[in-house]
């Protein structure tokens, strides 16, 4: 039977078909290049697929419009007519025949090429499919952007505290200028050996205090208060300053009337029972410690803390800065005064103050809270066991730069023996930063009389939104901040409310450029 199929084969063709399968199915064990062609076409239709497939879900997220969908739909485009293209059709033809290998190596590297060009375009279309990444690659971002804010941040705090605590030349000009009047003429500006005038001592008189080393400015406060008093002759103001200042401020307040003011003008060392032995600040000056905190002049220590720099200016550690906290030591006659920093303006008659009744309390001054900001417990640290248990941290704050002090009051209260003993205890300031705030907050703590907001109305060296109705209603206004008046970094907006009461048309002050 077998021989005629065979012999019949050969007669009707059939055996002819046989040994051609037969053929074919021995050339493709033969033919080493198949399994390489055959893997060049699963990598080019696996990839064409994924192409369509990321094609697919642009379309339905509608991304970037239809870009996305064009560039997947274009690429496994490529990878269908590559196929097509005639010089490779041959390849994928089933007759025996074995593949031409130059074109074989032809076709691998085309496909290499647009399978390296479709993972490209993968990989940076990736995180528009990956939400996970997406929101990852986000919030590196912020956190790099944070890091550059909080960098920046602090070098601008520390450009903006070494603007505001710069002298300015005029400023320094004016007082080395005045100093050289006082030297070339000591007879006209002397007080030595001449007795205390009267009106110094007078407890019927309004008595204010100023503490400054700025010439300008406390001449400033002293011209704004007698040309809006009433009766400028009822009113006198102790100036004190320092040492080095003292020359430049006496011939400062010799060199007009100040509308028949009384002036008296003293250096913080005319006040002998101000030393370390007794003045808690002094004695901690004199640690190492504490010298190592302020005068260290390293950038990296003045910029660790953004928040509490400006702490680290010396002047908080001036006794100049503190001696608002011994007043009624400085002038045991009087029975009331007001204290005035050296950055304010006076806008109106303030006699009105003297007929407030105090209610026994010590400290006449304006509340600053409102909500949850100026409470006691942004000003200290209520973790501590002592300021817990002595305070209520959602008690109102109040501003120094304007305060009204009953003198009688502080006596009976003991005001001054309060105040170094909280300062004794945060020598290490583990109860509050520094300054003078804080502890002026614990002193007066529950004897604060809240004054109506227009006597004081403060910002003007930090709040550019101040309303110019608020800021002509007030008695005195307040240019705490960095933006002092004097600067050229004040705001033009409000320094001339300032710039009125500099006496331009002095000798001195124009010799110098001052405002310009």
């Not at 971002?141 to 710069?166: C, D, H, P, R």
């Not at 109305?457 to 240019?479: C, K, Q, R, T, W």
Request: glycine share 4%; charged share 25%; with cysteine.
């Amino acid at each position: 039977m077998k021989m005629s199929l065979v012999e019949r084969g050969s007669d009707g063709g059939v055996a002819h078909g046989f040994e051609s399968i037969r053929r074919s199915i021995l050339a493709l064990k033969t033919d080493p290049l198949k399994p390489r062609l055959d893997q060049i076409r699963k990598q080019a239709d696996d990839h064409r697929s994924l192409a369509l497939v990321y094609s697919s879900y642009a379309r339905k997220l509608k991304l970037e419009s239809s870009k996305l969908v064009r560039i997947f739909a274009e690429l496994s485009r490529n990878f269908s007519d590559l196929m097509n293209k005639p010089q490779y059709r041959t390849l994928f033809s089933n007759d025996a025949s074995p593949a031409d290998e130059s074109a074989l190596r032809q076709l691998e590297k085309e496909v290499k090429e647009r399978i390296k060009t479709t993972r490209q375009v993968i990989g940076d279309a990736k995180e528009s499919f990956d939400n996970q990444l997406k929101i990852q690659k986000l919030k590196d971002t912020i956190f790099a952007v944070n890091e550059q804010l909080t960098k920046a941040k602090k070098q601008g705090a520390f450009s903006s505290l070494i603007a505001a605590k710069s002298i300015p030349k005029s400023l320094h000009c004016l007082s080395m200028r005045l100093m050289e009047e006082r030297i070339a003429h000591p007879e006209k500006y002397s007080t030595e050996g001449k007795p205390t005038p009267p009106e110094v001592e007078d407890p019927n008189l309004y008595h204010y205090a100023l503490f400054s080393d700025n010439v300008v400015a406390a001449s400033v406060v002293v011209n704004s208060a007698t040309k809006n008093a009433k009766e400028p002759w009822k009113h006198v103001f102790h100036v004190v300053t320092d040492k080095m200042n003292l020359g430049a401020m006496q011939v400062m307040f010799k060199l007009k009337d100040y509308n028949g003011a009384h002036i008296e003008v003293k250096a913080v060392e005319d006040y002998k029972f101000l030393n370390s032995s007794y003045v808690p600040v002094l004695k901690q000056l004199e640690s190492a410690n504490l010298q190592r905190f302020y005068f260290e002049n390293k950038l990296e220590n003045a910029t660790k803390d953004t928040t509490n720099m400006k702490f680290r200016n010396p002047k908080y550690l001036s006794i100049l800065n503190h001696l608002r906290f011994y007043l009624p030591e400085m002038y045991p006659k009087l029975h009331k005064i007001l204290f005035l920093d050296d950055d304010i303006v006076v806008q109106k008659d303030l006699t009105g103050l003297w007929k407030i009744d105090m209610d026994g309390k010590v400290n006449g001054a304006v509340e600053t809270c409102f909500g949850s900001f100026h409470r006691y417990a942004q000003y200290m640290n209520f973790s501590h066991p002592l300021i817990k248990a002595k305070f209520n941290p959602k008690a109102c704050a109040w501003a120094y730069g304007m305060n009204f002090f009953d003198l009688d009051a502080w006596r009976r209260e003991k005001c001054t023996e309060e105040y170094h003993y909280w300062q004794n205890l945060n020598e290490n300031r583990t109860l509050w930063k520094l300054g003078t705030l804080p502890p002026g907050l614990i002193t007066y703590y529950a004897t604060t009389k809240p004054l109506d907001k227009s006597w004081h109305v403060l910002g003007l060296g930090y709040n550019p939104s101040i309303s110019m109705d608020e800021i002509n209603n007030a008695a005195v206004v307040h240019f705490n901040g960095n933006m002092k008046p004097w600067l050229d970094i004040a705001m033009a907006q409000f320094k001339p409310l300032w710039t009125k009461y500099v006496d331009y048309e002095l000798d001195f002050v124009q010799a110098c450029n001052f405002g310009i």
